[in-house]
């Protein structure tokens, strides 16, 4: 029994060697990107893809779980297969990160402190750690997450071809370890281009940027991040007022900003373009399936809402040709509930109340949105505005549109007894009783609100 023992132990010795007796043995790790990892966070979706393409694998290993102690150095391959020689006594913590031939983007110098270099924007990358405990296992597999998230650019109403720059501030450094960036931010602007007009809605919007990817180096953990967005129509010189929008944003989630990129929060100013769709702008962007249909000269504290007139005058229009009193016509405000008192009145008939009748006319077809309507004295007032400064305003539109101006004399919807109503002259501000069968110019109004 003694003489078998010892031919066992020999015979162990000699077939092992040197690797057996010093505990070493080789460890094999595959390391795979994955398209899809986490549950979905509120406001976000997580990444996903058909394929990814990694040319460049980097690992560094660590005898601490603190990642304090490194064992030897870097290693890198292009197809993320790893052979290792290590103590089978002991356990090791392994960092690992991954890109497409990003030397010119990433400084890789320390996993746990991976730069962005200076200019570059982020493109996609992943990373991911690995224990390899003590003891025999010879092969590990080891999935890898993104550690940019990615900023989709989702249109919700229609948008001409033209551009978005999109910036923001970036940290430049980014911790494998700990899933931390880092460091001083620092301005970066990327520009996504489209060749196309976009049209999406609210509930089935459109990318802009399926093609053009937008990336930020980000935590692991959501943070918010101030995008500031510019929109430039292809056919103009000059791009339109930036604006803010502030998203979480977080490694190996979309963030997905949704709105109308023309202006996200839309603010009318008067003298803006008021188009059939009901959106709005300062400069003419006119369609044969969207045309200018009037100018705005009034704008509600939300800046989403106010009043438009037309384009175009009714010319040489009787108030009516009959000397009758209408009840509910004789509101100073509201030229809405004139025009409908008169044309719900029983004796009622366009050829009898031609003034009303020519606003009233406009709305067939119906364009949502939009009631047009034959303006009380103060919403004639508004559109003179102070010494005529919306009314040089509107003016200066109506022409770029294509309109006619104003004029001087206009008829107001309020009527001040049974054979007069309000005039009021456009020009210089102020009110006549006129005599309703007398005739002149008419102009339309209606209200708006933004349909975005």
Same mark, same amino acid.
């Given at each position: 029994?003694?003489?078998?023992?010892?031919?066992?132990?020999?015979?162990?010795?000699? /077939?092992?060697?040197?690797?057996?007796?010093?505990?070493?043995?080789?460890?094999?790790?595959?390391?795979?990107? +994955?398209?899809?990892?986490?549950?979905?966070?509120?406001?976000?979706?997580?990444?996903?893809? %058909?394929?990814?393409?990694?040319?460049?694998?980097?690992?560094?290993?660590?005898?601490? &779980?603190?990642?304090? @102690?490194?064992?030897?150095?870097?290693?890198?391959?292009?197809?993320? +297969?790893?052979?290792? @020689?290590?103590?089978?006594?002991? !356990?090791?913590?392994?960092?690992?990160?991954?890109?497409?031939?990003?030397?010119?983007?990433?400084?890789? !110098?320390?996993?746990?402190?991976?730069?962005?270099? !200076?200019?570059?924007?982020?493109?996609? *990358?992943?990373?991911?750690?690995?224990?390899?405990?003590?003891?025999?296992?010879?092969?590990?597999?080891?999935?890898?997450?993104?550690?940019?998230?990615?900023?989709?650019?989702?249109?919700?109403?229609?948008?001409?071809?033209?551009?978005?720059?999109?910036? #923001?501030?970036?940290?430049?450094?980014?911790?494998?370890?700990? %899933?931390?960036?880092?460091?001083?931010?620092?301005?970066?602007?990327?520009?996504?281009?489209?060749?196309?007009?976009?049209?999406?809605?609210?509930?089935?919007?459109?990318?802009? +940027?399926?093609?053009?990817?937008?990336?930020?180096? &980000?935590?692991?953990?959501?943070?918010?991040?101030?995008?500031?967005?510019? #929109?430039?129509?292809?056919?103009?010189?000059?791009?339109?007022?930036?604006?803010?929008?502030?998203?979480?944003?977080?490694?190996?989630?979309?963030?997905?900003?949704?709105?109308?990129?023309?202006?996200?929060?839309?603010?009318?100013?008067?003298?803006?373009?008021?188009?059939?769709? %009901? @959106?709005?702008? $300062?400069?003419?962007?006119?369609? *044969?399936?969207?045309?200018?249909?009037?100018?705005?000269?009034?704008?509600?504290?939300? %800046?989403?809402?106010?009043?438009?007139?037309?384009?175009?005058?009714?010319?040489?229009?009787?108030?009516?040709?009959?000397?009758?009193?209408?009840?509910?016509?004789?509101?100073?405000?509201?030229?809405?509930?004139?025009?409908?008192?008169?044309?719900?009145?029983?004796?009622?008939?366009? =050829?009898?109340?031609?003034?009303? *009748?020519?606003?009233?006319?406009?709305?067939?077809?119906?364009?949502?949105?939009?009631?047009?309507?034959?303006? &009380?004295?103060?919403?004639?007032?508004?559109?003179?505005?102070?010494?005529?400064?919306?009314?040089?305003?509107? =003016?200066?539109?109506?022409?770029?549109?294509?309109?006619?101006?104003?004029?001087?004399?206009?008829? @107001?919807?309020?009527?001040?007894?049974?054979? $007069?109503?309000?005039?009021?002259?456009?020009?210089?501000? #102020? =009110?006549?009783?006129?005599?309703?069968?007398?005739? /002149?110019?008419?102009?339309?109004?209606?209200?708006?609100?933004?349909?975005?």
């Amino acid at each position: 029994m003694c003489a078998v023992a010892a031919m066992f132990v020999s015979c162990t010795k000699e /077939d092992s060697g040197n690797e057996r007796l010093t505990g070493e043995h080789k460890v094999t790790i595959s390391a795979v990107p +994955n398209l899809s990892m986490a549950d979905e966070p509120n406001m976000k979706s997580i990444q996903t893809r %058909g394929t990814v393409t990694c040319n460049r694998f980097i690992i560094e290993l660590y005898t601490d &779980a603190d990642y304090n @102690t490194m064992v030897g150095t870097q290693q890198s391959t292009t197809d993320g +297969n790893f052979t290792l @020689t290590l103590d089978r006594t002991k !356990t090791y913590y392994a960092l690992l990160w991954a890109d497409n031939n990003a030397s010119a983007i990433y400084d890789v !110098t320390s996993l746990k402190a991976v730069t962005l270099k !200076t200019g570059q924007l982020p493109v996609e *990358a992943f990373c991911g750690k690995l224990t390899i405990a003590a003891g025999n296992q010879a092969k590990y597999d080891v999935s890898l997450k993104r550690a940019v998230a990615k900023v989709n650019l989702n249109e919700t109403g229609y948008l001409p071809k033209g551009s978005v720059t999109v910036k #923001y501030n970036q940290k430049p450094a980014f911790n494998v370890a700990d %899933g931390t960036t880092s460091g001083t931010s620092a301005g970066l602007t990327a520009t996504v281009t489209t060749t196309a007009d976009f049209t999406g809605t609210k509930t089935v919007p459109v990318t802009l +940027n399926t093609d053009q990817p937008i990336y930020v180096l &980000a935590s692991n953990t959501a943070g918010n991040v101030d995008f500031t967005l510019q #929109y430039k129509d292809a056919t103009e010189i000059f791009a339109e007022t930036e604006f803010t929008v502030t998203a979480p944003v977080q490694a190996n989630y979309n963030t997905n900003i949704k709105g109308h990129f023309t202006t996200v929060v839309p603010i009318a100013k008067v003298g803006d373009f008021y188009y059939k769709n %009901g @959106t709005w702008s $300062s400069t003419n962007k006119a369609t *044969a399936d969207n045309p200018i249909i009037g100018v705005v000269f009034v704008v509600n504290a939300d %800046g989403k809402s106010g009043k438009i007139v037309s384009l175009d005058s009714g010319i040489y229009l009787a108030w009516s040709s009959e000397e009758v009193l209408i009840p509910g016509a004789d509101s100073s405000t509201d030229g809405e509930a004139n025009t409908a008192a008169i044309t719900s009145y029983s004796g009622y008939l366009a =050829e009898k109340y031609p003034a009303v *009748a020519w606003c009233v006319a406009k709305n067939n077809p119906k364009i949502a949105g939009i009631n047009w309507y034959l303006p &009380a004295t103060d919403e004639l007032v508004s559109l003179c505005g102070t010494n005529g400064t919306v009314k040089d305003t509107v =003016e200066q539109a109506l022409i770029k549109a294509g309109g006619n101006i104003l004029g001087i004399f206009l008829w @107001t919807s309020t009527q001040l007894g049974y054979n $007069s109503a309000s005039f009021f002259n456009i020009q210089n501000n #102020y =009110e006549l009783n006129m005599g309703k069968t007398a005739k /002149d110019n008419v102009r339309a109004i209606s209200a708006f609100k933004s349909n975005n």
